[in-house]
C-alpha cells in the first residue's frame, strides 16, 4: 500500500486498463481501415476500354490465322503507356473475323501458328489449339481468349478481351 | 480461456523472455510528483510511428524520380481511394511532430531534466530535434511541385554559403548548386533510408537512459511514496495520444494539403516560401542582409544549436523546484516571443499569390464540360445572336422556336443547310441566313446539339474568355493533336489539368518554341499574336 500514493483502487485500475485499450482500439482502427481501403481498392477507372485499329483485314484468306500488330494505349498506374499489342486474326469463309489473345490460356506464354499441323501451338507445355480456338490437348483450362472485334471499312477495331463464351473460366 | 492464455504466455516467457520484460518495463518506479507534464515524449514517439506507417503507404504507390514523383503524386491524390486522407496524415504529422517535440524539449528545459546525471539524455534529445527538423528539410523537396523545387533550391544555395564547409555541403547535396536528380535521389535516400534507422537508433536510447536515470524527480519527491508507470502514467500518455491524433486525423480530413504545379526550374514568377515552422529563420534572414546574410543563414541557427548542446554544461546546480527556475522561464520566453514575431511577421508580409488565370468556380461551371468545338459554337452563336430571336428554354416569347425545343430532333446537316438558306430549308421563316463558313457552321450545330432544357441555364454562364479561347483553339486546329475533354485525338497530351502541369509563362514560351521547352516534341511553333495567345492560355488553364 505504501507505494500507491495515487487511488488506485481496483475499479481504478480497471478503468485505466479499459480507457487505454479503447483509445489504442479506436486509433488503430482509424489508422487501419484507411490503410486497408487505400491498399485493396482498385484505382478509378480513367477511361473506358477503346476501340483500336489492328489493320486490314479485306485480303485476309479465309481460314488462315494472321498475326497483327499493333500498338495501343494502356493504363500502368500514373502513366498511359503506347505499346505493341498482339493478336491472332482468323477470317471465316464470310464476312466473320475472330481474333485471339496472343497468350495461352494455361500460363500466358506466346503461342503460334503451326501450319503443317493445322493447329495453335504452345511451345511452353504443349498445348494446343484448333482454329476456332479450342483446346485440343494439353494443359490448357479453357479456349483462346478474344478480343471483341468489329470492322469498319475493311479496318479491324478491337476491343477488350474475354473468355471464350460457353467456357468454364 | 484464461487457462490456454497464461500456458501460452508462460511458454513465450521461458523462451523469450519478452513478457517479463514488458511487465518490468510497465512496473517502473517513477516520482510521486509525475503527471501530465511528461506525456510529451510518448506522443512523439506515437507521431514518429504515425510517420514511419504513412510514409511506407505513400512510397508504395510514389516514384521517386523527378521524371515520375509528381505524376505519381497525383495519382494517389486523385485516382486511390483514401489516398489524399494518408497524404494529408503525413504531411500534418510532420508539423505535429514539430511542435510535440518543442513542447517535449522546453518541458525538460523548464524542469531541469538535463541535470547531472541527465546531460547525455538531453543531448541524444537535441539530436531526435534535429532529426525531425532534418526530415522537414528533406521531405518538402519529395513532392517535385514548384514549392518543393524553389523551397530546396534557397535551402542549398544557403547550405553552399557556409564558410569553411558550403562547398563540401554543396557536393554532398549533389549537382553542384542545381536541384535536379542527384538531389532528388539524395534527398528521397535521407528521408527514408537514413533517417528513420537513425531515428530509432537514438529513440532507443532516449528511452533507455530515461530508464537507466529514472524521470526527473521535482524537489521534495523523495519523501513521497514512489507510483508505477502502469496504469496511471499510462493512462495519461494514452489520452494525450488520442488527443493528438483527433487533432492530426481532423486535419488530414479536412484541410487539402496542396499540390501545386510541377516543379519548373524555368519560372521566373514563383515566390518560395518554407513550411510555417521554419519561417521564423526565413524572417531573420531576411533582417540580415549583404555580409550579414550568412550570419543569419548559418552562424545564428548553429550558434543556437550549440547553446542548446552546452545547456547542461552551463546550468549545473541542484534541481530546485520549477516555480524557482526564473532565468530559465525567462529563456523560454523570449525564445517564444522571438519566434511568434518573426513568425507572425512572415505571415503578415505574405506577398500576393500571381494573377494567375482566375476563374470563378463559384457559378455553374457546366461549360467546362463542353468540347472545343461546342465552346466556340456558343461564341458564333453570341456572335450572331441568336438569342435575339430564339428563346433558350423558358422565358419570354420570341419570333423563333426555342432552341432547347427544336434542336434535339434535328440532326446537324439540316441544321447547317438551314444555317445557309433558312427560306430553302423552311419556307416561310423570318431567319436570315448565317454568314459563317462550313467550320464554323459546325460548331454552332454541335452546341446547338447539346443544348437542352436542363444545361440551357448553365451554358450559357460560359464565361467570355474560355468562348473565346475556344475559337482560337479551333481556328489552330489544336484538336488534331489534343485532346479536350476526351475530344480530338491522343497524338500530343490531353490539355485538360494543363493549369496543374505548368506554369502559364512556361505555357505562352511553349506555344513560340516548343522544340526548346520540351524537347522531341512534334508540336510545331505557333506565332499567336499576344491577344489570342492570351485567350488560348486563359482557356486551357479553366480546364480541369
Not at chain 2, 497464461?6 to 517502473?28: C, H, K, M, Q, S
Not at chain 2, 515566390?271 to 533582417?287: A, G, S
Not at chain 2, 523570449?334 to 505574405?350: E, F, N, P, R, V
Not at chain 2, 435575339?388 to 422565358?395: L, S, V
Request: proline share 7%; hydrophobic share 45%; charged share 15%.
Amino acid at each position: 500500500m505504501s507505494r500507491q500514493s495515487e487511488s488506485e483502487g481496483p475499479t481504478r485500475r480497471g478503468f485505466y486498463a479499459g480507457a487505454i485499450y479503447a483509445i489504442g482500439g479506436i486509433v488503430g482502427a482509424a489508422l487501419g481501415a484507411p490503410a486497408l481501403i487505400y491498399l485493396f481498392f482498385s484505382p478509378k477507372a480513367r477511361k473506358a476500354g477503346e476501340w483500336v485499329e489492328a489493320g486490314d483485314v479485306t485480303s485476309l484468306a479465309p481460314h488462315q490465322p494472321v498475326e497483327m500488330v499493333f500498338r495501343r494505349n494502356r493504363v500502368d498506374g500514373w502513366k498511359v503507356v503506347s505499346e505493341k499489342g498482339t493478336a491472332w486474326v482468323v477470317k471465316d469463309a464470310g464476312q466473320g473475323v475472330t481474333a485471339f489473345s496472343p497468350q495461352c490460356t494455361h500460363l500466358g506464354c506466346a503461342y503460334h501458328w503451326d501450319d503443317a499441323k493445322d493447329q495453335f501451338v504452345c511451345p511452353c507445355h504443349n498445348s494446343l489449339f484448333s482454329l476456332d480456338g479450342k483446346v485440343l490437348a494439353g494443359p490448357a483450362p479453357r479456349g483462346l481468349d478474344r478480343y471483341e472485334t468489329r470492322v469498319e471499312g475493311g479496318k479491324l477495331l478491337l476491343g477488350g478481351l474475354r473468355p471464350p463464351s460457353g467456357s468454364q473460366a | 480461456m484464461r487457462r490456454p492464455w497464461a500456458g501460452i504466455a508462460a511458454w513465450l516467457d521461458e523462451r523469450t523472455g519478452v513478457p517479463t520484460a514488458v511487465r518490468n518495463f510497465l512496473a517502473e518506479e517513477i516520482p510521486a510528483s509525475s503527471g501530465w507534464r511528461q506525456v510529451f515524449g510518448g506522443v512523439a514517439v506515437f507521431l514518429f510511428l504515425v510517420q514511419a506507417f504513412t510514409g511506407v503507404l505513400l512510397a508504395i504507390n510514389y516514384a521517386p524520380t523527378p521524371g515520375d514523383a509528381y505524376n505519381s503524386l497525383r495519382y494517389i491524390l486523385t485516382e486511390l481511394t483514401a489516398g489524399r486522407l494518408i497524404r494529408g496524415l503525413h504531411h500534418w504529422g510532420a508539423g505535429m511532430m514539430i511542435v510535440v517535440v518543442a513542447l517535449h524539449l522546453i518541458q525538460a528545459f523548464l524542469y531541469g531534466a538535463y541535470k547531472k546525471p541527465r546531460e547525455a539524455t538531453w543531448l541524444v534529445g537535441v539530436g531526435l530535434l534535429l532529426l525531425t527538423l532534418a526530415y522537414g528539410l528533406t521531405g518538402y523537396l519529395l513532392p517535385w511541385d514548384n514549392r518543393a523545387y524553389w523551397g530546396t533550391v534557397v535551402v542549398t544555395q544557403m547550405a553552399a554559403s557556409a564558410p569553411v564547409v558550403g562547398p563540401y555541403l554543396t557536393r554532398l547535396l549533389g549537382g553542384g548548386g542545381a536541384v535536379g536528380v542527384v538531389t532528388f535521389a539524395r534527398f528521397f535516400v535521407m528521408h527514408t533510408m537514413v533517417l528513420p534507422p537513425v531515428t530509432l537508433l537514438l529513440i532507443a536510447l532516449h528511452v533507455f537512459l530515461v530508464r537507466k536515470h529514472g524521470v526527473t524527480p521535482a524537489p521534495g519527491d523523495e519523501l513521497l511514496p514512489r507510483k508505477r508507470f502502469y496504469p496511471g502514467q499510462v493512462f495519461r500518455d494514452t489520452v494525450a495520444v488520442f488527443i493528438a491524433f483527433a487533432i492530426l486525423f481532423t486535419l488530414a480530413a479536412a484541410v487539402r494539403v496542396p499540390l501545386e504545379q510541377l516543379a519548373d526550374p524555368s519560372d521566373t514568377t514563383y515566390i518560395p516560401r518554407p513550411e510555417w515552422y521554419f519561417l521564423f529563420l526565413f524572417q531573420t534572414l531576411k533582417l540580415m542582409t549583404g555580409p550579414l546574410e550568412v550570419v543569419g543563414s548559418v552562424v545564428l541557427p548553429g550558434l543556437a544549436v550549440l547553446a542548446l548542446t552546452l545547456v547542461p554544461f552551463i546550468d549545473r546546480g541542484a534541481l530546485v523546484k520549477v516555480t524557482r527556475r526564473t532565468t530559465a522561464m525567462g529563456i523560454v520566453a523570449l525564445a517564444a516571443i522571438g519566434w511568434t514575431a518573426l513568425t507572425a511577421t512572415a505571415l503578415a508580409t505574405k506577398p500576393g499569390q500571381a494573377p494567375a488565370a482566375q476563374v470563378d468556380y463559384s457559378g455553374p461551371t457546366d461549360w467546362m464540360q463542353l468540347s472545343p468545338e461546342e465552346m466556340a459554337g456558343v461564341a458564333y452563336f453570341r456572335q450572331e445572336n441568336c438569342a435575339g430571336c430564339h428563346a433558350i428554354g423558358a422565358g419570354a416569347s420570341k419570333p423563333g422556336p426555342d432552341l432547347t425545343q427544336t434542336s434535339i430532333h434535328r440532326d446537324a446537316a439540316w441544321m447547317i443547310r438551314h444555317f445557309k438558306q433558312p427560306g430553302v430549308v423552311r419556307p416561310g421563316t423570318l431567319m436570315p441566313a448565317i454568314a459563317l463558313n462550313d467550320a464554323q457552321l459546325n460548331s454552332l450545330a454541335a452546341f446547338l446539339l447539346k443544348l437542352n432544357p436542363r444545361n440551357a441555364a448553365a451554358l450559357e454562364n460560359a464565361p467570355d474568355f474560355a468562348t473565346q479561347g475556344a475559337l482560337v483553339y479551333q481556328a489552330n486546329d489544336c484538336g488534331s493533336c489534343h485532346q479536350v475533354n476526351a475530344m480530338g485525338t491522343s497524338f500530343g497530351p490531353a490539355l485538360n489539368g494543363l493549369s496543374k502541369r505548368r506554369s502559364r509563362s512556361w505555357v505562352e514560351r511553349h506555344f513560340a518554341d516548343p522544340a526548346k521547352l520540351s524537347p522531341g516534341s512534334g508540336m510545331p511553333p505557333y506565332n499567336l499574336s499576344s491577344k489570342d495567345l492570351d485567350r488560348l492560355t486563359t482557356y486551357l488553364f479553366a480546364l480541369e
